[in-house]
């Protein structure tokens, strides 16, 4: 492959980005033993450089800068010089990684998460790296995968775990990782890595981000002996990675012994569990078809394979659960129980309660006092985005009740908001010049109404096919 081509634009990157990286997935799906020796040329190929960049420029973090002060989207007119300065670097061996800017945000239960913010032109180089090496281990990732991986939805995830615990597997171990982020073993994530990869300067480079160390708020900068930062663009992949290790024993168990009707029948004659895996990240379900002694088993065994990368389950978080009690799982509910008016018990997903209050909070902190200086239509563009991520992400389970729930509360914040706003006007003065039929409307601008959205049940995909494995111009 020639990499000494001039700087591309952007269409013809993408097209170039597209077509090599269909030929790696097919290379490597063809050969699951195969080692790639020459990648380093492809990270440093201008086509793969502009590519990366586009989408370090292009997302939200564009807006905040790494340690070196530097923020992607202030870097206008330099593109090319900024790109081939880092090509240059590259090439010589003279890039050296900056360590992560850290930035501590809430988690839930009032704790705080660091993220590592890196600077645009680690960031760059990271995407770049990304690029390389996504279709290669995409061809090894298993299907129970679904977090951070091309074509794969949180809805998939769900979906799955809907579709099994319908079907016998009512005992669930509801997997937490401790810190999975920050304890991730660099010579077990390596020597996976090293499975795959041969170029020794793609894999210095990957060490080297690893090694870079974290500045962290209060100025003291930390070496980083373990795990992958939060917030870096290479870090969903590295961790996907160190993770299938997970994925990996319990589908081959699968495989082996449950793959087909006959063997599951023949192992509950015996006594046996059958079991399936659904993970998003780190966050992950076990699904047993067998009793709570089972489940327990299988959560030691799980937590055995965890700590060949280092990883600890919690133990207060990671919790057996029957299917009738129900668990909470990437924002849903999921629970058996007897459909209204019948005998007959069916699993349901509901929005959590934790959820439902997620968007209250920013739909009341987005409709508060503090904000009455705006205009009505500035506020409903405001709402209806919060709104409208929401309850698409939620339509898929039994939320018609949510979505009504919220529909009233979010229609008495903005008549809270609007009474606020004009205190010497009367009820019947607001609904004229505001309510439209008793509905927010203001030159145009109506506000979303979770109520009016229909639920369409999301069906399980036995199979996701990755965006390259359709192409038509991979060639062997």
Aim: aromatic content about 10%; overall charge positive.
């Amino acid at each position: 492959m020639n990499t000494d081509a001039p700087w591309p634009d952007l269409y013809e990157a993408e097209q170039r980005v597209l077509e090599i990286q269909a030929k790696l997935h097919q290379w490597a799906t063809d050969g699951p033993g195969r080692r790639f020796d020459d990648l380093f040329n492809l990270v440093a190929d201008p086509a793969f450089l502009v590519v990366a960049w586009d989408r370090v420029r292009g997302n939200r973090g564009a807006r905040t800068a790494g340690v070196d002060g530097v923020k992607p989207r202030s870097i206008v007119f330099g593109r090319v010089a900024f790109l081939s300065r880092l090509r240059e670097d590259l090439k010589a061996g003279q890039f050296r990684p900056l360590p992560v800017r850290e930035k501590l945000i809430p988690k839930k239960g009032g704790k705080l998460r660091g993220l590592g913010i890196p600077t645009a032109r680690d960031r760059t180089l990271q995407g770049a790296l990304k690029l390389v090496l996504e279709p290669i281990f995409e061809a090894d990732f298993k299907l129970c995968s679904h977090g951070f991986r091309p074509g794969h939805r949180a809805q998939d995830a769900i979906a799955e775990i809907h579709h099994f615990t319908s079907r016998s597997y009512e005992w669930v171990v509801e997997g937490d990782i401790k810190a999975c982020f920050d304890e991730i073993s660099h010579t077990g994530l390596m020597g996976r890595l090293r499975g795959r990869i041969g170029d020794k300067r793609v894999l210095a480079l990957i060490k080297a981000f690893l090694k870079a160390g974290v500045l962290s708020e209060d100025g003291v900068e930390r070496d980083t002996v373990t795990g992958t930062p939060q917030g870096g663009v290479l870090s969903p992949l590295l961790s996907n990675v160190a993770l299938s290790v997970l994925d990996e024993h319990f589908v081959g168990a699968w495989e082996q012994a449950m793959n087909k009707p006959w063997r599951r029948e023949a192992r509950r004659r015996k006594g046996l569990a059958n079991y399936r895996l659904t993970r998003y990240a780190d966050d992950w379900v076990l699904m047993v078809a067998g009793d709570r002694a089972d489940a327990e088993r299988l959560r030691e065994e799980a937590a055995m394979v965890l700590s060949t990368m280092g990883l600890r389950l919690s133990e207060e978080k990671t919790r057996i659960t029957h299917i009738d009690e129900g668990f909470d799982f990437l924002g849903m509910h999921i629970q058996r129980h007897k459909k209204r008016g019948a005998q007959k018990r069916h699993v349901y997903t509901y929005p959590t309660r934790a959820a439902l209050a997620s968007v209250k909070a920013k739909v009341k902190a987005t409709a508060s006092y503090r904000t009455t200086n705006q205009t009505l239509p500035v506020l409903i563009r405001r709402l209806n985005p919060v709104l409208r991520g929401w309850v698409n992400y939620h339509r898929h389970g039994a939320s018609s009740k949510a979505f009504a729930y919220l529909s009233a509360y979010t229609w008495r914040r903005v008549w809270l908001w609007l009474r606020r706003k004009h205190r010497k006007v009367n009820t019947k003065d607001l609904r004229r010049r505001y309510l439209n039929g008793w509905w927010p409307e203001q030159e145009g601008a109506v506000l979303f109404n979770p109520q009016a959205v229909a639920i369409v049940r999301y069906r399980w995909r036995a199979s996701i096919e990755t965006p390259w494995a359709t192409m038509t111009s991979v060639t062997a």
